[in-house]
């Protein structure tokens, strides 16, 4: 049977007390607030407040990253938020209680933190492979967001929503891959459409030709019957 004394129970938990280390808080986990733009690297990130991207500056996570947000915390974007995620490797937008039964104080919940508000100064907005849980209103994004892609993104426990855009709330099924896709750029021409409306043009053209000349014959016709019937009635009188 294995006995410890009291300076090995104690020892671990004197070294947390010195460090720093807080409830729930990884010895690895990165802490981010405030301002913030670039490109970061894969590693698991805790934010203790607000993250802002401002209007012309860009945003990114690396495939892998886990982003685990305090109560009141959330994402909110003014510029551009591009995070690329894997099959394998998702990027995670999360409640700080979301990790392992030994590193928490509590279970996640919804409403956990806010979560991810674009505004309507942002300009480009790319989710793929993303997923964001315990939030309050999940992902909101406004109608005149002119670039947005958001492909394969799972949704999972979050409080009032998972999607809003505008005013309208879209229905998003739990734990499902989900895809929402719009872009203002001019599309490239389609040869097959293209080829399409050209044989509705010259069909169009080969009925009127036949009709101009039928309408043309017709009205040969008319004219001569109404010019005998002139010189008939000329006769008579």
Known sequence: MLKFTHSQIYFPVIITLLLGIAPGKALDDIELTGEQDGAYEKAEYIVEN??????????SF??????????????????NLECKGEPSEPIVFTSMNDRP?????????????????????ADSITLEYVRISHSTFGLK????????SVKNCVFNDN???????G?????????KPFSLVTDTAPQKPDPEIDRLVSDSVVQKKQWIVPARIGFGAAALVGGGIWIG???RAHRLH
């Open 141 to 148: 994004i406004p109608e005149t967001l002119e670039k947005l």
């Open 101 to 121: 039964v030994s590193e928490r104080e509590d279970d996640p919940q919804p409403f956990d933190w806010n979560g991810i508000d674009i505004k309507r100064s």
């Open 62 to 79: 690396a495939p892998g990253s886990i982003i685990r947000f305090k109560r009141f915390g959330g994402l909110i974007v003014e510029g």
């Open 167 to 175: 005013d309208s709330t879209v229905i998003v099924e739990d734990k």
């Open 229 to 231: 019937y002139n010189a």
């Open 159 to 165: 409080g009032n929503a998972d999607l809003s855009l």
């Open 50 to 59: 607000n993250i802002i991207v401002k209007r012309g500056r860009t945003l």
